[in-house]
């Protein structure tokens, strides 16, 4: 099942709109920053970008991180100190992801928040049947992710994500900078030239808190129910719902 007949699990629209956020500015405003940055800033440094969106949106600016590392809130914090960054607490995370959220919340001078979604597992488990990740990860998503970033993202009018062209053939043409048409929101993606070479050295420079299960044979990290060992020669995130068509959980489309 795909998002596409979500209706038949009732989750379209789940929780109702995001809340009206009088201080929104306009999308068509937002729209031409976007495509003008998105053209200057090809090929400027990851500093740089981050320094124009914290320059340009101020508090309405805020980053997302997965907790794979810390090296964009790290990144977005030398230019904007105490910067928002979001972090979707699924119910469904490895310890050693909430490990690398407490440590970032600790080391770096950042706000880091915690989203919830509206239902605990549990209480997903009673209303869709259990282990929903496994008959749909599409719903899983949206309950656990999508809609809760829809919520986390009210009151910004950009935000920052460290999407990388390298990853997958899917992410191969991510634009630094962008609208995000869905939300009605600037995205910016300040480390998206940027190499696995590029991030563990920025690592190694800086001391950046990491995931410890890259160094067991994970290429990249989600929830444990949808997260296997990768193996030599594959994608990185061919570990990432492996049994099923599906590459991306929802939140970059």
């Not at 790290?74 to 992801?97: K, Y």
């Not at 920052?160 to 995000?180: H, I, K, N, Q």
């Not at 290429?219 to 990432?240: M, Q, V």
């Amino acid at each position: 099942m795909s998002l596409v007949s979500a209706a038949n699990l009732g989750l379209v629209g789940i929780g109702g709109p995001a809340p009206a956020d009088p201080a929104r500015r306009d999308p068509e405003e937002l729209r031409a920053l976007a495509e003008t940055a998105g053209r200057e800033l090809e090929g400027a440094p990851a500093l740089e970008i981050a320094r124009w969106a914290a320059e340009t949106f101020g508090d309405r600016f805020c980053v997302t991180s997965s907790m794979a590392d810390g090296v964009l809130a790290h990144l977005v914090s030398r230019v904007a100190p105490g910067v928002d960054v979001v972090f979707l607490d699924t119910g469904l995370h490895f310890p050693e992801t909430l490990r690398v959220r407490d440590e970032v919340a600790r080391r770096l001078p950042v706000n880091v928040r915690s989203i919830r979604p509206r239902m605990t597992v549990g209480q997903q488990d009673g209303q869709y049947g259990p282990r929903l990740f496994n008959r749909s990860p599409d719903d899983c998503c949206q309950l656990r992710k999508v809609e809760p970033l829809e919520r986390a993202l009210t009151g910004y009018d950009a935000w920052a994500a460290g999407l990388r062209r390298d990853e997958s053939p899917t992410r191969a043409t991510t634009p630094v900078v962008t609208f995000d048409a869905r939300r009605g929101k600037v995205k910016v993606n300040p480390i998206a030239t940027w190499t696995q070479r590029d991030v563990d050295a920025y690592i190694s420079r800086y001391d950046i808190p990491v995931n410890e299960l890259f160094s067991r044979g994970y290429g990249s990290i989600g929830c444990w129910p949808c997260t296997r060992r990768t193996k030599a020669g594959e994608d990185p995130r061919a570990g990432r719902w492996a049994m099923f068509e599906k590459t991306e959980c929802g939140l970059h489309v």
